[in-house]
């Protein structure tokens, strides 16, 4: 009858570490699909209108925003749906739904196109800042684009 009891204590004991290594493993995995993604130029955070979207692993974030921050004017043809930038001596010409886009009328594949989400046109916005000349960064951790303009 000793021995009964023994068994038991080991179960119970053995429940126990087994419950909390699964709640430490928990705990340590990221929640980052629920985390906000933050757009930072030059040490700022941009406020955006409608959040930052993660689409076959490139973040879009609102165009008009991305460009003014990295100091570029921001064009809108309403008919052909095509946006035109300028910054400086580069232009860049994009096109809702459409890979392809023009760097001072030089034709670049995009991985993803521009697209309308929430009434707001959506950029690649790794694409947009080194087109136009700034280093970009991306931290999982925090789930934060860092744009740097130099010039």
């Not at 947009?128 to 684009?145: K, N």
Request: hydrophobic share 45%.
């Amino acid at each position: 009858m000793h021995g009964g009891r023994g068994v038991a204590k080991v179960r119970t004991t053995s429940s126990v570490v087994i419950m909390v290594a699964v709640i430490l493993l928990l705990c340590s995995v990221p929640i980052s699909a629920s985390q906000p993604i933050s757009v930072l130029v030059n040490g700022r955070t941009l406020t955006l209108d409608v959040p930052p979207v993660i689409r076959d692993g490139r973040t879009l974030a609102p165009l008009r925003a991305i460009f003014e921050a990295l100091g570029a004017s921001v064009e809108w043809d309403n008919a052909t749906r095509t946006i035109i930038s300028r910054r400086k001596d580069k232009s860049i010409v994009l096109q809702i739904d459409s890979r392809t886009a023009r760097v001072n009328n030089f034709p670049i594949v995009l991985s993803v196109p521009p697209v309308i989400i929430g009434g707001r046109t959506m950029v690649p916005v790794r694409f947009i800042a080194e087109s136009l000349g700034a280093t970009v960064t991306w931290d999982e951790r925090t789930r934060t684009v860092s744009v740097q303009m130099y010039d």
